[in-house]
């Protein structure tokens, strides 16, 4: 299969803000792994701090293009399903956008952008499934926009029993606002049961 | 793919350990070959050393 680079997000303002998020949060010994890691931007920079890095990655030109270009291990699939280890550091771009169904455009690049009618689709699901997957003391960054509801994806944190704090935000030209949330086990209500 | 992440990597469909049938590969790295889950036998390929962990209907 040939790449085909129209079918790629490449590295834009919410990569790079994930990017200075995730550089301050790293550590040398971190087991980490980034969900969605499109073009490897993300992983390729905290691979300069830490050695292990894997991504999980749905589409196969991103895919591709993040191991063959920018040296990232990566395996296709769907959000957590094809992995049953524990990591230190958790790391997602969120497809964010809120998307009617007549507004999907059937391609690869949808699965970067489109978060469903509310937005939160992918990110409800990814919350759900990430406590598992986290060590005990894992920490994940998340990466979304105000236009996906940051009070309602603090309510999806709460019932998981996680702690969510905006680390990094940004705002846009147009208004909008990048927002990464830095989520970790609410070690204090795990006591309490 | 490296070797090394065969322990962290499970069937996206029932979570079971895979069986690894390797056709090229080095010390590290696996390039071309195939994992099998142990649990329910479907069989996922690895391909210029990226493994499809997607049922096969969404490959």
Sequence with gaps: ?193 | MKRRILDIICCPVCKGKFMLTEMEGNDTEIMEGLLTCTACKRVYPISSGIANLLPEDQR
């Design chain 1, 1 to 193: 299969m040939d790449i085909d680079r129209t079918q790629i997000y490449f590295p834009s303002d919410d990569t790079y803000l994930l990017i200075k998020a995730a550089r301050s949060e790293v550590k040398p010994a971190d087991r980490v792994l980034e969900i969605g890691t499109g073009s490897g931007a993300v992983a390729k920079s905290v691979s300069e701090v830490t050695p292990d890095v894997l991504a999980v990655e749905i589409n196969p030109h991103a895919a591709k293009y993040a191991h063959e270009v920018n040296g990232i291990e990566v395996i296709r699939g769907d959000l957590f399903d094809p992995i049953c280890g524990e990591f230190d550091l958790v790391l997602f771009n969120a497809p964010y956008l809120p998307t009617d169904p007549e507004e999907r455009i059937d391609d690869w690049l949808e699965y970067a952008l489109d978060g469903g009618p509310t937005g939160r689709e992918v990110v409800e699901r990814f919350i759900h499934e990430a406590p598992p997957h986290l060590s005990t003391v894992g920490r994940i960054l998340l990466l979304i926009s105000s236009l996906t509801g940051i009070d309602d994806v603090l309510k999806i944190c709460q019932t998981e029993a996680l702690i969510a704090l905006v680390v990094a935000e940004e705002k846009q030209e147009d208004g909008e606002i990048l927002y990464v949330l830095r989520i970790s086990r609410d070690l204090c209500s795990l006591c309490k049961t």
